[in-house]
């Protein structure tokens, strides 16, 4: 008898926890949160651009570029997220974070090693952060503002307006979604046309990868 209590339990347990459960939570966050239940997703010109919860490789100098990822051959993969699991004193983990600290300063004459941002050199642990530091955007800012001849000025106030600040102003630390930053520097370019460059591929196109 104890047989049959086990297999109508297993039924039980199957249809609430496995069937009942996930409907109705997946219903509850659809009707309240819609907008975070489907993904978080940021839609341009009737196309989703991306999720503003995961990153995305950017290589157009126009464009802000995310922290390196180790998620998947091409990084930022969201079915391989992970770091890259090499500890700080791995010899190619050393030479990866010189290679992109020597990447960032040819690109970046005007300033020292020193003041190259943690996060330009280093993965995160997912892979996937959609964020990089005030002071990673403020580094890219003369790079973006050339390639779009737009003023340095109205690139770093861009960048000023996209700053998260510290949750409750104490939490956590200030962050710039690269996507939502990217995507306000078409709108701002496509207003200010004098500061269309020749390269006029947008977000709305297939994203870039490097």
Same mark, same amino acid.
């Given at each position: 008898?104890?047989?049959?209590? *086990?297999?109508?339990?297993?039924?039980?347990?199957?249809? +609430?926890?496995?069937?009942? /459960?996930?409907?109705?939570?997946?219903?509850?966050?659809? +009707?309240?949160f819609? /907008?975070?239940?489907?993904?978080?997703?940021?839609? =341009?010109?009737?196309?989703?651009?991306?999720?503003?919860?995961?990153?995305?490789n950017?290589? *157009?100098?126009?464009?802000?570029?995310? =922290?390196?990822?180790?998620?998947?051959?091409?990084?930022?993969?969201?079915?391989?997220?992970?770091?890259?699991? +090499? *500890?700080?004193?791995? =010899?190619?983990?050393?030479?990866?974070?010189?290679? =992109?600290?020597? &990447?960032?300063?040819?690109?970046?004459?005007?300033?020292k090693?020193?003041?190259?941002?943690?996060?330009?050199?280093?993965?995160?642990?997912?892979?996937?952060d959609?964020?990089?530091?005030? $002071?990673?955007?403020?580094?890219?800012?003369p790079?973006?503002?050339?390639?779009?001849?737009?003023?340095?000025?109205?690139v770093? $106030?861009?960048?000023?307006?996209?700053?998260?600040?510290?949750?409750?102003?104490?939490?956590?630390?200030?962050?710039?979604?690269?996507?939502?930053?990217?995507?306000?520097?078409?709108?701002?370019?496509? %207003?200010?046309?004098?500061?269309m &460059?020749?390269?006029?591929? %947008?977000?709305?196109?297939?994203?870039?990868?490097?």
């Open positions: 008898m104890n047989w049959w209590i *086990a297999i109508r339990m297993t039924i039980v347990m199957t249809v +609430l926890t496995g069937i009942a /459960y996930p409907l109705a939570i997946t219903g509850i966050g659809n +009707l309240l819609p /907008y975070q239940a489907q993904g978080s997703l940021i839609v =341009r010109n009737g196309r989703v651009a991306g999720s503003e919860l995961i990153g995305q950017f290589a *157009a100098p126009k464009y802000f570029h995310g =922290r390196p990822s180790a998620a998947g051959d091409a990084g930022y993969d969201a079915d391989s997220s992970g770091g890259s699991n +090499l *500890a700080p004193t791995n =010899r190619k983990l050393i030479e990866m974070v010189r290679q =992109r600290v020597k &990447n960032i300063m040819e690109q970046n004459p005007h300033d090693a020193v003041q190259v941002p943690v996060d330009m050199v280093t993965a995160s642990g997912s892979g996937l959609p964020e990089i530091t005030p $002071a990673a955007a403020s580094l890219q800012a790079e973006v503002a050339k390639a779009r001849g737009l003023s340095e000025t109205a770093r $106030a861009l960048v000023r307006r996209h700053t998260r600040p510290r949750w409750a102003g104490v939490l956590g630390e200030p962050g710039v979604n690269v996507l939502e930053l990217n995507l306000a520097l078409d709108n701002l370019t496509a %207003t200010n046309p004098s500061g &460059n020749q390269n006029r591929a %947008t977000l709305s196109d297939p994203p870039v990868t490097r």
